[in-house]
């Protein structure tokens, strides 16, 4: 899965070698979610580096080019960078991104996903007379994004339209899952980013004022150009960033490469479309509000993350998976930590707590999920029948939609997922909200997308895996479904 960064800093003065290690840095720490080549893009006009390979390889050509001035400071700048895993065209530098919009690099983007419409849309692009260079879907994006961007021009009278929107109509044309981020010479000083079924997250950082808001509203497109929002909850103080006040944005797809730098986030949800003005003012927006369920989805929460650096490292182990293997006794008993009273010989499980008597009245339990969780599902399914008494029932979540599985509003479905962002056990879960069933999710990641979308669940709390191949998060899920199973 590929990796996102993109860091912004307004009125706080960096050097341009700070903001480089920024961006190679925080690709090092996502390392670990597989790649086979990395690139960033910096400067206004922008630049763009790109090398296959391991992020050290970037790191090389990068920290060691004669024309980047590294001593000078900027006050406003947007850098972006990228690690990717190829599925469109093989890894090479032509294919790696940051993509851009044409020589002139005018927009230039990074991309996580695939777009299943690419085809069509690039080839009305080259109708249109693009020329293309890789193989990509993400460059058929940049390339759309010119193309929608000198059709507003056109229609405005050489009027610039807002960033936002010129993302907003480019990702309503596409189809598939995508998380994005944009930067543009057009709009110095200003990023983009958006998301749909690929996790994004923002975090935010401010030394000259503290964030006094816990909640950002979203503002619905049709109805404000920008700013905020009259659908805001009452008592909540939008303005993130004052004008002429200095603060710095760090977008990511994994929130371990941002947590050395804060632990205020903003999880953006499906559809969600984030932009920071030349002012420094962050804005969330969607096309349209109709589609949301209730009050509470119409602003997001700023989260505090608890996550230390020193849970990402290696420590003194020469692997993450080896050091992983070693950690499954404290991950166990966190797990049960606070949950099993061995003196009353009783389980609590808060996150369920509401729920026990719909839970117990099910007519099937069914555990959906892939990979390593789908195994721990297997594993425990025996004991959960018999200690629960109910039917249970194990679905491979790719499996589970091929079959479009009749579900009924009396089942509960379960959803186990290390990450809270696999994508087959998304879709699954919202197959399931659809046909009415109980949903429970079974996660590590507090703030996932499985976390936030489900009815109630359990946090597994085994702490950050990074190894490929899971150890600790699956002995923690083992325990976890059996505590359920004492429970009900």
């Known amino acids: 899965m590929c990796g996102i960064f993109a860091y912004l800093n307004y009125l706080t003065p960096r050097s341009r070698k700070e903001i480089l290690e920024y961006l190679l840095r925080a690709l090092e720490r996502m390392e670990y979610r597989g790649y086979d080549s990395a690139g960033l893009a910096f400067?206004?006009?922008?630049?763009?580096?790109?090398?296959?390979?391991?992020?050290?390889?970037?790191?090389?050509?990068?920290?060691?080019?004669?024309?980047?001035?590294?001593?000078?400071?900027?006050?406003?700048h947007v850098g972006?960078?990228?690690?990717?895993?190829?599925?469109?065209?093989?890894?090479?530098?032509?294919?790696?991104?940051?993509?851009?919009?044409?020589?002139?690099?005018?927009?230039?983007?990074?991309?996580?996903?695939?777009?299943?419409?690419?085809?069509?849309?690039?080839?009305?692009?080259?109708?249109r007379g693009f020329k293309f260079e890789s193989e990509t879907d993400t460059e058929m994006v940049a390339k759309f994004t010119q193309h929608v961007y000198d059709c507003r021009i056109r229609e405005n009278g050489s009027k610039k339209p807002p960033f936002?929107?010129?993302?907003?109509?480019?990702?309503?044309?596409?189809?598939?899952?995508?998380?994005?981020?944009?930067?543009?010479?057009?709009y110095p000083g200003e990023c983009v980013v958006a998301r749909r079924g690929s996790?994004?997250?923002?975090?935010?950082?401010?030394?000259?004022?503290?964030?006094?808001?816990?909640?950002?509203?979203?503002v619905d497109l049709e109805k404000h150009e920008s700013g905020v929002t009259t659908d805001a909850p009452l008592n909540i103080n939008v303005q993130l960033s004052p004008r002429h006040e200095s603060i710095e944005y760090f977008f990511a797809s994994d929130a371990s490469a941002i947590i050395e730098h804060t632990k205020r986030v903003i999880y953006l949800e499906d559809d969600d479309i984030a932009s920071v003005n030349s002012h420094g003012k962050l804005t969330i927006h969607r096309s349209s509000m109709n589609e949301l369920e209730n009050d509470e989805d119409r602003y997001r929460v700023i989260h505090t993350i608890h996550m230390e650096l020193n849970q990402i490292?290696?420590?003194?182990?020469?692997?993450?998976?080896?050091?992983?293997?070693?950690?499954?006794?404290?991950?166990?008993?966190?797990?049960m930590r606070g949950r099993v009273n061995f003196i009353n010989n009783k389980v609590i499980l808060g996150g369920l707590s509401g729920y026990l008597k719909e839970i117990r009245s099910a007519r099937r339990l069914m555990f959906i999920a892939c990979g390593t969780s789908y195994h721990s599902a297997l594993a425990t399914r025996q004991l959960i029948e018999e200690l629960t008494e109910l039917p249970v029932m194990i679905e491979l979540a790719s499996d589970f939609l091929d079959r479009q599985t009749p579900i009924f509003r009396y089942d509960v479905c379960f959803f186990i997922s290390q990450s809270g962002e696999t994508a087959d056990t998304l879709t699954a879960l919202n197959y399931c909200k659809r046909h009415g069933a109980l949903c429970v999710g079974i996660t590590n990641t507090v703030g996932?997308?499985?976390?936030?979308?489900?009815?109630?669940?359990?946090?597994i709390n085994c702490g950050p895996e990074i190894g490929v191949a899971s150890t600790k998060a699956y002995t923690s899920q083992f325990v976890a479904l059996i505590l359920f199973a004492l429970v009900i």
């Not at 032509?94 to 230039?108: A, E, I, K, Y």
């Open 313 to 335: 490292m290696k420590g003194s182990f020469d692997y993450f998976m080896l050091k992983e293997i070693y950690e499954q006794s404290d991950s166990v008993f966190n797990t």
């Open 164 to 186: 936002n929107e010129i993302v907003d109509q480019v990702v309503s044309q596409l189809h598939g899952a995508y998380a994005f981020v944009f930067k543009s010479i057009n």
């Open 448 to 459: 996932s997308t499985i976390s936030r979308a489900t009815d109630c669940g359990v946090h």
């Open 199 to 218: 996790p994004l997250i923002i975090g935010i950082r401010s030394e000259s004022n503290e964030i006094e808001t816990n909640y950002f509203p979203v």
């Open 43 to 76: 400067n206004e006009p922008i630049e763009i580096i790109k090398q296959p390979g391991k992020v050290i390889n970037l790191r090389d050509r990068v920290m060691n080019n004669d024309e980047i001035k590294y001593d000078e400071s900027i006050d406003k």
């Open 80 to 127: 972006i960078a990228h690690t990717r895993w190829a599925t469109h065209g093989e890894p090479n530098e032509v294919n790696s991104h940051p993509h851009r919009s044409g020589v002139d690099n005018q927009f230039v983007v990074v991309h996580n996903g695939i777009i299943t419409n690419y085809r069509e849309l690039k080839q009305l692009l080259e109708q």
